[in-house]
Structures are given as C-alpha cells and as structure tokens.
C-alpha cells in the first residue's frame, strides 16, 4: 500500500457525477487542492452506500476546507450514475475497470469470505496534499465515523 510522504500515483479515470455527462478525470488536475481518495470495493451495497453517503453529507465542509472527494471502484461509469441518482450522491465516482490504479495504490488484494478467496478492492482512503504527496492512510476502512475523521485531517492539513 502506498505509504504517507509517497507522491501519489497519477491516473486518468472515467468519472461520473450527479448532473454531470461522463468525462475522465486526472488526479494531478486537482492540484494544488487537496484530494480524498477512497477504494470502496461495490456500488449500492450496504457499507459502500453508507460511506457514499457520509461523505456526500459533509461535502460542503470538505469542500470549504479544499478538499475534493473521490470514490473509487472498478464499477462502471453507467452503475456509477445509477448509485449516484438512486441515493442523491454528490461525490465524484471513478471507475477503474482495469484494477490499474486500485494496484498501484495496494488496494487490490486477495479477500477470503466463507473459506473462498478471490482478488478485490480493499476499502481504504488517502489523503493527497496539494503538492500530490500522501499525507494520511486509512488502510482497512471500517465505515461508522470515518468520513468525520478525514474531515478532520483534512481540516489538521491546512
């Protein structure tokens, strides 16, 4: 996983927002603004759905503090812009179809449920700073306040 002081992978993703058509969006575009950048492993489940939405309710503050927020899974855009419009969604959702970026980041990792493993997305978050080096990792995301804890290290970053 990509440790903090580490210069962010770049990446070039499709992306989708509510009331927006789909275009790409490329991380060092956001500079010098700061970036939440969070791996959630499905659309419209129960705990991705839960963070989606916490992040989405505190979007003004994150956003009064620099911040953008993105999520990030291999969904595609169109299940992105169905999640988005059935919750009323307003973070930006990029879609790494490929596994490239979740790979680059170390989110991509063998999962075991039920003594069956497979490959998927870890739900993790990183703060990016302004200058694109990592400033925090939440590594193994539990959901229930975490959106407040980024906040508030966004808020700590200045």
């Given at each position: ?22 275009a ?9 603004g ?48 169905k ?8 973070v ?6 490929e596994?490239?970026?979740?790979e ?33 990792v ?8 975490h ?6 290290a ?5």
């Amino acid at each position: 996983m990509i440790a903090i002081g580490e210069t962010a992978p770049e990446f070039t993703l499709p992306r989708t927002e509510a009331g927006t058509e789909s275009a790409e969006l490329t991380l060092s575009t956001l500079r010098p603004g700061k970036v939440v950048l969070y791996f959630y492993p499905k659309d419209d489940t129960p705990g991705c759905t839960t963070e989606a939405l916490d992040f989405t309710r505190l979007g003004a503050e994150f956003a009064a503090a620099g911040a953008t927020v993105i999520g990030i899974s291999k969904d595609t855009t169109a299940k992105h812009e169905k999640f988005c419009a059935k919750h009323g969604l307003g973070v930006v959702l990029v879609s790494d179809a490929e596994s490239d970026t979740c790979e680059r980041y170390g989110t991509w990792v063998e999962k075991s449920m039920y003594g069956r493993t497979s490959m998927g997305i870890q739900r993790a978050t990183f703060l990016i700073d302004g200058a694109g080096k990592v400033a925090q990792v939440w590594p193994k995301v539990k959901v229930a306040g975490h959106a407040e804890e980024v906040l508030e290290a966004v808020r700590a970053l200045g």
